[in-house]
């Protein structure tokens, strides 16, 4: 997303001192192979040695003190290659033990009477410092005050990474995006100085500092390609009117299995109406997992066959892509000639299947990425369908436009996003929900408890395991952290409801265990070879289990409602009535509107609009779960309020035609290039 040309002439990655063929061929590993990919290798973390008053230190705290040595450090070695070295300091008139683990080779370069730096937990009651690094000078350097660190690989160290990026920052020359204009209204710093401060800011008001510039940079550069595309699509005149037959597509629904819900019937009426007129579709149909978008999809592919049009339908993965081809091969029958078309159709049956697409003989075209390929040619195509649209980036619009293949578009997701950070990430369209679920579907009871009745609740699922069903017992943590001590660990959970219930129908998943162990649980669930599965948020993801219909969310409010809808949305998959209950004692309002609204509520919609407003630090929402573009810096969902200036601001410079002018000429080509030459991830 953030590949761009950031400098103004080019600078090799082979002309930074000290990178051979070996530490380059590590960067590419990381994914760097140019300059501006390592300037653009932000740190992960950043440690903070500032140095601090020992006596306002919180016990068990981490802290960073200067002191002078006055005892030699002696080494103990025990166990198999352990050491233990013990030195003391004196701190500001307090003596101080120091202890450092395995890290005997220390001993040699302290020296008595020395001023040292020593960094690490502080405890206070012996007086004493679990060291972890001691740096040798009087007080610890500036950048060693504050220090960015990287995700690193074998074949090269931190130091020398940083190092690398040092040289390049101070010779490179940055670009300006921001117009001095901008960056005045809204109290922004330099580009070259904010991506300077994003490695080496001094101190963390100096990196917030630096990232709020960053952010805007980026949603800004984001909304103006979003924008400009917008403008180049509305102004092509390839509108399509479909001229469907009404008669046969009606016949098409009575043949369907089961009767259209009314949101259903709805966003079909909504899209037709676009279809007829002459204006090119710009929807998006938005429905939780399960609402019926498909069929939906479906009867629209079929009107554009009664009027002489190919469709396609392009999603973000192979597997999803083989799911719904077998999905619409079952509801077409042989009406429709439906194809596939994923990386993995290669050869001869790709030559075929090419020719039979552009001869006409192929309805209705189903694929990854792989559609939007140079030789991917329609006879005529009348509609684009995405699912999942927002893996389909402004890039991907961008070719498709330039197939001539933009014509009617309809984008689905089963991500329930707030209108107003719809419009600003997905630009001005329209919009049809379908906020019904089919018919027969029992919505789930939600209900809340506090800690104090959580045997009651055990109870209950006690109960529902006897009719036979399963359950998920969900925990926030794999293990139990400092900062949240009063959060239940899962595996003490797991240990404690199989001692209740015998260990063989109790199971464990987390994200620590393997890809293989992962499946193994789950595949045990899914044949109720376990009754109960106790498992972190990793459950989220693409799991069916249609007989478990109940779930127990642990410390719930750790959660924000993004997440336990998304959680709560693995049981009611049956005709079986689901529960989902709620335990927590949240101490907040915000904790406690939360679980209320989740109680009185299973509308995606409806929670995602109150997430939004309730958002704040501290919550779990993730961008990246909820498939919203996803920025270096920048985040959607919590500097939304920042997005919609940028989108404001792009805006104005689109539609007042400054863009367009010379002054903006580097930035247009800027634009242009990383559209088509950014790859799809
Ligand atoms: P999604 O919106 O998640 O893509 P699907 O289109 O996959 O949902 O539909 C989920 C399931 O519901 C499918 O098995 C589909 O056949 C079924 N379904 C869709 N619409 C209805 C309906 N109106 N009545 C009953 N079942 C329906
Ligand atoms: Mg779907």
Redesign the pocket.
Known sequence: MTKVNLIESPYPLTKIKGLGPKRLAVLNELNIHTVEDLILYLPMRYEDNTVIDLNQADDQSMVTVVGEVYSTPTVAFFGRNKSKLTVHIMVNQIAVKCVFFNQPYLKKKIELHQMVTIKGKWQRNKQEINGTRMFFQQSNTEEEQFEPVYRIKEGIKQKPLREMIRQVLQDVTIHEWLSDELRKKYKLESLSDTLKALHFAKDKPSLMKARRTYAFTELFMFELRMQWLNRLEKSSDEAVEVEYNITLVKQFIERLP????DA?KNSVNEIFRDLKAPIRMHRLLQ?D???????VAAICMYALKTAGYQSALMVPTEILAEQHAESLVQLFGDTMNVALLTGSVKGKKRKLLLEQLKAGEIDCLIGTHALIQDDVVFQQVGLVITDEQHRFGVNQRQLLREKGAMTNVLFMT?TPIPRTLAISVFGEMDVSSIKQL??GRKPIITSWSKHEAYEQVLNQMTAELQKGRQAYVICPLIESSEHLEDVQNVVALFESLQQYYGEQRVGLLHGKLTADEKDTVMQRFSNHEIDILVSTTVVEVGVNVPNATFMMIYDADRFGLSTLHQLRGRVGRSEHQSYCVLIASPKTETGIERMTIMTQTTDGFELSERDLEMRGPGDFFGVKQSGLPDFLVANVVEDYKMLEVARDEAGELIQSGAFFTDAYTHLRVFIEENLLHTSFD
Request: without cysteine; aromatic residues 6%.
């Open positions: 089961f009767e259209l819900t259903q429905g997992v399960g609402s019926g978008k498909t069929v089963a089919p018919k």
